[in-house]
């Protein structure tokens, strides 16, 4: 029923009863597709959207976004009359010696003014110069006509579904009011005219003109709700929507003011949704591939066998590579199919060099299958968060929740948001590098001087614990602790220690010393630079740095 010539129809001879006479102060666009004519009392906004296209009187109010004004020519001029061409949603609004044409369809949808002598002036959206549209000289019998034709059973293409027939072979009525025409006078939609009886040709043609009586009398509007929760409007109760919540106004320019405003809150509720779903899609997809890349210990294993492998071909065959070679192809005399090996070189190095490059690449299995089922364990712990971020998303209903979720995601970096920053109610915890240990202890890692920041003075709680190398810059580190003052094992303070090494400046030593202390006694000096502090109950351990993320 939306966007339907009737329903334009009724509101342009509302408008043209309140508008006429009225003084036009200013002219001006402050969104996309809407433009405001300004009177003394009231605003006219004509919305010229094709999924959303309006045409509304509003009470005086602010607006607070930036206007721009436009057709100068119609200051101060008053509204003649307002009119809408026959069975088109094409509205001419004379104001003074001009014609504002406004047109409410595809995309051709636009305002253009003219002049007294229908000249073209100007356009609300960029067009070239146009002429004034006219109703057609020829054009479909309107439904008032059709309705009549339906008695003289000569007249009409007998083979026609009557619902086609309706609205295919008449101007102004749509699939859906020709469904209601049928579905009032008893009559399957898909019956051909040629099997009607006569007594269904005079309940057709009754329903017809009734239907438009319906369509053209009265100012009542009906606001219909689907399960989506998307809205119908319609200038006419419809028999085909009884199932579905209904709400009646006594002016369509109300009722079409809430539809309005639902609709833009529908869109945008939609979008956001629509935003937020890529998103937990990318980001699951992200941790899924991460997990299944992640190497487990008899997979390090082979890749030590291959590399030793590949270190003693080398040193077998010494004297037959030739030097500066990127790689090269051996027979493998280690293995009984003595099969061909491919063993790539750096050519800038010697065959011994890249022998014991082979040898020294998982001289420590123990140590990395260490280190990669840390950082299994880190991406399950985040693929369970995941699913229930997910489940709250499942949760959304309305567009405040949607823009509540959306702030959620954008503060933990799965959306983007120009010159966004963590707000105070945020779950910042998404804002710092992570991982797990032991399968309990939740380690986060700050990410710069005012993560750091971020990390210790607004997410630890003070009977956390805080780490950081000893005498160089670096990440700070907080393990979360369940129980207040109650410490991991010491294996876990040390695994935490190691990554407090491995993201400081002291990377690449063998042995770093990394001091800890609860985050109660860990305080920022007056006026410091970020990620400045100043520590006191201090312990030390000395380890080697740990690369896990």
């Known amino acids: 029923m939306y966007r339907n010539y009737y329903l334009f129809a009724r509101q342009v001879r509302f408008l043209n009863e309140k508008l006429s006479g009225k003084t036009v102060v200013d002219c001006f666009t402050h969104r996309k597709d809407e433009l405001v004519l300004n009177f003394e009392d009231s605003f006219l906004r004509i919305g010229i959207s094709p999924s959303l296209p309006y045409l509304l009187n509003y009470e005086p109010h602010n607006i607070k976004e930036a206007k721009f004004r436009v057709f100068d020519e119609l200051h101060g001029m008053k509204v003649k009359n307002i009119s809408i061409l026959p069975y088109d949603k094409i509205v001419n609004i004379r104001l003074g010696q001009y014609l504002l044409q406004a047109v409410f369809f595809g995309r051709s949808s636009n305002v ?57 072979l008449s101007i102004g009525l ?48 009906f606001l219909y709700g689907d399960v989506s929760g998307g809205l119908h409007l319609s200038t006419m109760e419809i028999l085909q929507w009884r199932h579905l919540p209904c709400e009646k106004f006594d002016l369509l320019n109300v009722a079409w003011i809430k539809y309005v405003n639902e609709f833009q809150q529908h869109f945008q509720l939609r979008k956001i949704k629509q935003r937020c779903l890529t998103a937990l899609d990318k980001h699951e997809e992200y941790l899924r591939k991460t997990l299944s890349r992640i190497a487990d210990k008899e997979q390090l294993l082979q890749r030590k066998a291959e590399a030793e492998r590949n270190g003693n071909l080398l040193l077998t065959n010494l004297n037959t590579i030739l030097p500066g070679s990127s790689k090269v192809t051996l027979t493998n005399i280690f293995s009984p199919q003595q099969e061909k090996v491919e063993i790539s070189l750096n050519p800038a190095k010697s065959i011994q060099e890249n022998a014991r490059k082979y040898f020294e690449r998982y001289k420590d299995v123990e140590t990395k299958a260490g280190q990669l089922e840390i950082k299994k364990d880190s991406i399950r712990n985040l693929i369970i968060k995941h699913k229930k971020l997910r489940a709250d998303f499942e949760k959304i209903k309305s567009l405040k929740q949607a823009r509540q979720f959306e702030k959620r995601l954008i503060d933990r970096h799965l959306i983007q948001s120009a ?78 220690a190691a990554i407090a090494a491995f993201n400081s400046n002291a990377k690449n030593s063998n042995l770093v010393p990394v001091n800890y202390t609860f985050v109660r006694f860990v305080r920022k000096p ?24």
């Open 419 to 496: 010159g966004s920053e963590i707000s105070a109610s945020a779950d910042i915890q998404s804002a710092f590098n992570r991982v797990l240990l032991d399968k309990k202890w939740e380690v986060f890692i700050g990410r710069n001087a005012k993560n750091n920041d971020l990390l210790t003075f607004r997410f630890a709680k003070k009977h956390d614990l805080w780490l950081h190398a000893q005498g160089v810059p670096g990440s700070h580190v907080v393990v979360k602790l369940p129980v207040k003052d109650q410490l991991p094992p010491k294996e876990v303070i040390e695994q935490a």
């Open 174 to 221: 749509n699939r859906l009011l020709a469904q209601e025409i049928c579905l009032r006078a008893g009559i399957s939609t898909g019956k051909p005219l040629a099997d009607l009886t006569n007594d269904e040709r005079d309940k057709l043609q009754i329903s017809l003109k009734e239907t438009i009586e319906r369509l053209n009398l009265g100012n009542s509007a």
């Open 526 to 549: 007056r006026k410091a630079p970020p990620g400045t502090v100043v520590i006191s109950r201090e312990k030390t351990v000395f380890v080697k740095p740990l690369k896990i993320i």
């Open 112 to 168: 253009h003014l003219f002049d007294e002598s229908g000249q073209w002036c100007a356009a609300f959206k960029k067009s070239e110069a146009i002429p004034i549209v006219s109703p057609p000289k020829t054009s479909p019998p309107p439904p008032e006509v059709l309705a009549g034709s339906l008695s003289a059973a000569g007249s009409i293409p007998e083979k026609i579904e009557v619902s086609r027939y309706l609205s295919e």
